[in-house]
């Protein structure tokens, strides 16, 4: 009886390789498996399964996460605000944790003696899957054969061509990938430190010019509904909100940062629907959360995202910093009104009943209600005490 693989399929080059490497070379059984995180429609879900039993694999599976990563990982995104290097929505590193979840409990629940990817040796995914698969499923190998054989595309094109298979794996001029939470764009500028994607790398293109405003509405920190149409749920919003940003072309930028392994790396992104959620969000926090829920968070989600992108989803300080970021979001309820244009949006303005801005106790600037002129006179000087007794003991020149 044949020994199970389980295998990381999007049916490209690396994985249609990797199905015909692990039957024809190791003689094993093997069991392809599409996760589906919001970036694929029916009929490219359809084509891929097709691709794999095409290509001889024993069962293919299609598994739709997204719903899931939604509520393990999205929902944390947007209220951490996170924004790895202030700049981008961990777009695939998310996505990429959640699908190598799905992959080691499909593995296990089809008690599989192997558990395959199709990652090379230089990138951040490679460990991300690896790390996943060693804390859930220790006992089942992993196997590598894109990495560990060290293969050129060349390579990979001429064994599949000597096993019938002949796929045009033409190469893309720019690599994307795409999920509910942002589609990456890669190409040769990309590989460069100056310069710039073309507007033609960008699967969203600019259709719509005439600006629009838009009023996003949150119940306690998720989005649950937009103008007049309220969703049954955030992922149904967010995906109707990326429908109504994306022909506006923003949300696009260019990230740098590091990777897990070391290097410094640099890819495009759009984003149009995260980017105007996390920025909505943080203003509506900006008028109902004090300043020092505002550090805290601030402080906690940078680490968060930093944790995530580099594979550690798993690592139980992330539950420790999940249940302080939902605890925030009590009282982050409210409408926030938004205008969207090409290449641009901005945030005008919010209306909650949480607003710390209330009238009832003065206007910046202009009135206030709650204090005296003597009250603040007395704690101007008392605030300032340390650091007039710092600079009169050491005769400090100001």
């Given amino acids: 009886m044949k020994k199970k693989v389980v295998l990381a399929f999007s049916g490209g080059l690396d994985t249609s390789y990797c199905v015909k490497y692990l039957k024809a070379e190791m003689?094993?059984?093997?069991?392809?498996?599409l996760v589906n995180t919001g970036?694929?429609?029916?009929?490219?879900?359809?084509?891929?399964?097709?691709?794999?039993?095409?290509?001889?694999?024993?069962?293919?599976?299609?598994?739709?996460?997204?719903?899931?990563?939604?509520?393990?990982?999205?929902?944390?995104?947007?209220?951490?605000?996170?924004?790895?290097?202030?700049?981008?929505?961990?777009?695939v590193s998310a996505e990429r944790v959640t699908q190598?979840?799905?992959?080691?409990?499909?593995?296990?629940a089809l008690g599989a003696d192997y558990v395959a990817h199709g990652s090379t040796g230089a990138g951040n995914d490679q460990v991300r899957f690896d790390m996943i698969f060693h804390v859930m499923i220790p006992d089942i190998q992993i196997i590598t054969p894109i990495r560990d054989n060290k293969l050129s595309r060349e390579e990979e094109i001429e064994y599949l061509k000597q096993h019938g298979v002949e796929y045009d794996f033409v190469k893309a001029q720019y690599s994307i990938n795409k999920g509910i939470w942002g589609t990456s764009v890669g190409g040769k500028e990309t590989l460069t430190s100056h310069l710039p994607l073309p507007e033609?790398?960008?699967?969203?293109?600019?259709?719509k010019e005439q600006p629009e405003r838009v009023t996003?509405?949150?119940?306690?920190?998720?989005?649950?509904?937009?103008?007049?149409?309220?969703?049954?749920?955030?992922v149904a919003?967010?995906?109707?909100?990326?429908?109504?940003?994306?022909?506006?072309?923003?949300?696009?930028?260019?990230?740098?940062?590091?990777?897990?392994?070391?290097?410094k790396g640099r890819v495009g992104f759009e984003a149009a629907a995260p980017m105007v959620i996390i920025k909505a969000?943080?203003?509506?926090?900006?008028?109902?959360?004090?300043?020092?829920?505002l550090y805290w968070k601030d402080q906690l989600a940078t680490w968060y995202g930093n944790w995530l992108h580099e594979g550690q989803f798993i690592d139980p300080t992330m539950r420790n910093i999940e249940t302080f970021l939902q605890e925030t979001q009590e009282n982050v309820t409210g409408k926030v009104h938004v205008l969207l244009a090409p290449y641009r949006f901005q945030v005008e303005g919010?209306?909650?009943?949480?607003?710390?801005?209330?009238?009832?106790f003065g206007s910046y600037g202009e009135m206030n209600n709650a204090w005296s002129g003597e009250d603040v006179k007395g704690f101007s000087k008392i605030f300032g005490n340390q650091a007039m007794m710092y600079h009169k003991i050491n005769n400090t020149e100001l």
């Fill in 350 to 360: 919010i209306e909650s009943e949480h607003d710390l801005m209330s009238s009832k």
């Fill in 237 to 263: 919003a967010i995906q109707a909100l990326q429908g109504i940003a994306g022909p506006f072309a923003i949300g696009r930028d260019i990230h740098v940062g590091d990777t897990i392994i070391g290097i």
């Fill in 281 to 293: 969000h943080h203003t509506l926090e900006k008028h109902v959360l004090t300043k020092w829920q």
């Fill in 100 to 108: 190598a979840m799905a992959i080691a409990r499909h593995a296990k």
């Fill in 27 to 33: 003689g094993l059984e093997v069991h392809s498996v």
């Fill in 39 to 91: 970036g694929f429609s029916d009929e490219e879900l359809q084509q891929t399964e097709q691709r794999a039993y095409d290509l001889g694999v024993a069962q293919h599976t299609n598994l739709d996460e997204t719903e899931y990563y939604y509520q393990s990982c999205i929902k944390y995104l947007i209220f951490g605000n996170v924004l790895k290097n202030n700049t981008y929505p961990l777009s």
């Fill in 200 to 207: 033609s790398a960008y699967p969203t293109q600019l259709t």
């Fill in 216 to 234: 996003l509405h949150f119940e306690k920190g998720e989005l649950t509904g937009i103008n007049d149409q309220v969703y049954d749920s955030p």
